[in-house]
């Protein structure tokens, strides 16, 4: 059975289920998109009961040939379409099952236009689950740019006063990037040679399944020695065969030896830079960071949610997938220039947040401080700083939730997000206050909880990292204590002394059972893997270590 494709399919058939159902069943949509991404998150738990640990590589592989095309004296341009998961895109996809499922139990909220929100929300969650299991660039470029058009949508129609400004400057800063991806793209698909389908069309194999390591070396050394027709080459998008130096072409620009100047950057400098500044908006980094608290604040609950706990991941996600393990060279030449945007990310996050009282903006800036120690463990290029980041992805994902979850109840209720408007709350709502208590000591790094880990991992990683300074590393550990203390100044002025709501009358209502359902299962999360961390680092472990051996 096709698992990794149900994945991706079930939900894009269920998003034109809805589009074009009968008005009658208008009801029935919200539980028809739960139930939808019930079986996606099933779908995922068992992906990850059943992964192999101990191995290293790409496992439930599946492959077809999509398009090839002649492209005369160019060679061959084969495009497949080839899914995989690993030890990096396993955590995602995971994490990708649950927030887009609580996602779903937040929409119950949503009451106008259903039919249009439910359509775009599960056509965001084949999309984005589509982007972690791509192994074909140009499959995995399909989704990251398909993805744009949901979320626009859903910010655009059902944000707040300010949607159509936030959706067009989310949609501009992310195509920018992708522009810049699209580039490096073309490129690689220029300069990679795909060595089996070559094998097959020079006649070494009769069929691809033939295929040995030494054939692929032989093919290597034909390449090198330019003695394999330009007609018969076929050039790839397959991300299996881009960190291979010996499958590019010998005069292309991307070869490692050819030397290539632009601009006095050498090609691969550049073109790494421009993966950087790619990925490095999806993350965010400062200073391509600008459109996130926008976006945060004008987008409804389930999309906050969506978007601070699974789309910044991509950004991560693509520098570990592609950057690095296609450019190694450049990555460590580069190592300081990463972590110091990382190091930049984490202080000036946090000082935004102190500065915030708007509660959904101080949660947005606190997402960026804490995306930038998945920047830090990245460039640290230590087994404990990689392993640290995919895992700080993860915490974050589950803790971002948690926290946009949280202001939306508040909102719900007040329409009101401003945190000098509450005082005493923790009087009239007990569970609340305990539920914001939990996910902000997980947040600012509690030992016990998720945060912790991945923070203590990604600087452990800075600290041993030989290619960046300890005093930059040290700078980043200042981010916990302002973290600590934006999250304990705002639980102080919330929730405790005499009680007191600005412009509401009524009595406030605490947890009900929707939102029960919805904040107990990540608080347990965040405590289960804060405690028992291996449930993550032993899916990484294996394929980060594969990963620093291209180092």
Not at 78 to 90: E, F, N, P, Q
Not at 150 to 171: N, V
Not at 216 to 221: A, G, L, R, S
Not at 465 to 475: D, E, F, G, V
Request: with cysteine.
């Amino acid at each position: 059975m096709p698992i990794l494709s149900v994945l991706i399919f079930l939900p894009l058939i269920a998003s034109l289920v809805v589009a074009f159902s009968p008005d009658q069943f208008k009801a029935y949509f919200k539980w028809f998109t739960l139930g939808v991404t019930a079986i996606e998150l099933a779908i995922c738990i068992y992906l990850y009961q059943n992964f192999n640990y101990d191995v290293a590589d790409y496992q439930f592989l599946e492959q077809l040939d999509w398009i090839t095309i002649p492209l005369g004296n160019l060679g061959i341009g084969s495009i497949d379409y080839l899914l995989g998961v690993d030890g990096i895109s396993m955590p995602m996809v995971l994490l990708t099952g649950i927030v887009m499922f609580i996602g779903a139990i937040s929409s119950f909220q949503i009451e106008q236009k259903e039919r249009g929100y439910f359509s775009l929300y599960l056509l965001l969650t084949g999309s984005v689950i589509g982007c972690f299991m791509a192994l074909d660039m140009f499959l995995f470029y399909l989704f990251f740019e398909f993805m744009l058009l949901p979320m626009y949508f859903l910010i655009g129609i059902w944000g707040g006063p300010r949607k159509e400004y936030a959706s067009i400057k989310f949609f501009l800063y992310t195509l920018f990037g992708s522009i810049f991806i699209l580039i490096v793209m073309i490129a690689l698909y220029l300069s990679v040679v795909d060595p089996v389908e070559t094998a097959v069309r020079i006649g070494l194999i009769n069929d691809v399944s033939e295929i040995t390591p030494q054939i692929i070396t032989e093919v290597q050394n034909l390449l090198k020695d330019l003695k394999i027709p330009s007609e018969q080459i076929v050039h790839t998008f397959d991300l299996r065969f881009m960190p291979d130096a010996g499958n590019f072409l010998p005069d292309s620009w991307l070869n490692i030896l050819s030397g290539t100047q632009i601009f006095n950057f050498s090609a691969r400098a550049l073109a790494f830079i421009l993966l950087m500044i790619g990925f490095g908006i999806k993350l965010p980094a400062v200073p391509v960071h600008t459109w996130l608290p926008d976006a945060h604040v004008e987008a409804p609950t389930p999309v906050s949610v969506v978007l601070a706990g699974i789309l910044l991941k991509i950004g991560g996600y693509g520098f570990l997938r592609i950057a690095y393990p296609i450019f190694p060279e450049v990555a460590t030449e580069y190592a300081f220039v990463i972590v110091a945007f990382g190091v930049l990310s984490i202080i000036y996050g946090a000082f935004n947040a102190l500065a915030m009282n708007d509660l959904k903006k101080m949660i947005a800036y606190s997402s960026v401080s804490h995306m930038g120690f998945v920047l830090l463990g990245i460039g640290s290029l230590t087994s404990e700083g990689i392993n640290g980041a995919v895992y700080q992805m993860f915490s974050h994902g589950v803790l971002s939730a948690m926290l946009f979850l949280l202001v939306g109840v508040l909102y719900d209720r007040t329409h009101d997000r401003r945190i000098d408007s509450y005082q005493g709350l923790a009087n009239k709502m007990p569970l609340y206050t305990a539920m914001t208590a939990i996910a902000f000591f997980a947040s600012l790094g509690l030992p016990a909880f998720s945060g912790f880990i991945g923070e203590v991992f990604t600087l452990m990683g800075g600290f041993n990292s030989p290619l960046i300074p300890r005093w930059l590393t040290a700078i980043a550990a200042f981010g916990l204590v302002l973290g600590a203390g934006y999250f304990l100044w705002t639980l102080q002025r919330i929730f405790f002394g005499k009680y007191w709501v600005r412009q509401f009358e009524g009595a406030l209502e605490d947890l009900n059972f929707r939102e029960k359902s919805m904040l107990y299962p990540l608080a347990i999360l965040a405590l289960v893997f804060g405690i028992f961390p291996h449930l993550i680092f032993d899916l990484t472990n294996a394929t980060i270590s594969e990963l620093l051996k291209l180092f």
